[in-house]
């Protein structure tokens, strides 16, 4: 028994060893500069699983989600110099933007149905033009289709006192629905979705 004791604990060891050597051999990559997220609208929604009662939950259903990489301004000017006026943006940085609409929503006077779409900007001085697209997976604007938008819609761009480091999209709920909310640098559009 005394022999076969050591033989176990060197066998355990061995192994361990063996599964600690093989972890190190991964090789994950590095955070992303522009790391990505995600935002909902309900700004609630991916908690609806922990409300108290069903009427709570309910209310949380997800109606839009934005999945999105957020570059940084790094003392950079961003509108105007680093994304050209007059350039189609990806809205963010990496993969192109994706919103998901978990029902029919009318953005710019058209109706877009329940759906996954990829979001895109024609950058102007004082305003943008806004356009959703059904090319998904892409990367960037390099490859941007005009034959695959579906809705757009053209907001004013508006200056915000304090910089916003790190490119953000947000929802607000309004009378007629959402706005969609994205800023960066000293500027910020709203995008009214109606639900």
Do not use: C
């Not at 001085?125 to 034959?147: C, Q, R």
């Not at 757009?152 to 953000?168: G, L």
């Amino acid at each position: 028994m005394k022999r076969f004791f050591p033989l176990v604990v060197m066998t355990f060891l061995a192994l361990l060893l063996t599964n600690t050597a093989d972890a190190q051999d991964f090789d994950f990559p590095q955070v992303d500069k522009s790391p990505m997220d995600m935002s909902y609208y309900p700004d609630r929604a991916a908690f609806r699983n922990f409300a108290k009662t069903e009427a709570e939950k309910q209310a949380n259903e997800p109606v839009i989600r934005a999945i999105y990489s957020r570059p940084s301004k790094k003392g950079r000017a961003i509108f105007g110099e680093l994304e050209k006026f007059g350039t189609t943006w990806r809205v963010g940085a990496n993969e192109t933007t994706e919103l998901k609409f978990f029902k029919d929503v009318t953005i710019g006077g058209t109706k877009v149905p329940a759906g996954t779409y990829t979001l895109f900007a024609v950058l102007g001085e004082k305003e943008w033009k806004v356009v959703l697209n059904t090319d998904l997976y892409g990367w960037g604007a390099y490859v941007y289709d005009e034959s695959k938008d579906v809705a757009s819609i053209t907001v004013p761009t508006e200056t915000v006192k304090e910089p916003i480091e790190v490119f953000s999209i947000i929802f607000e709920k309004v009378d007629d629905g959402v706005h969609m909310i994205m800023g960066w640098d000293d500027t910020v559009v709203r995008v009214p979705i109606q639900l």
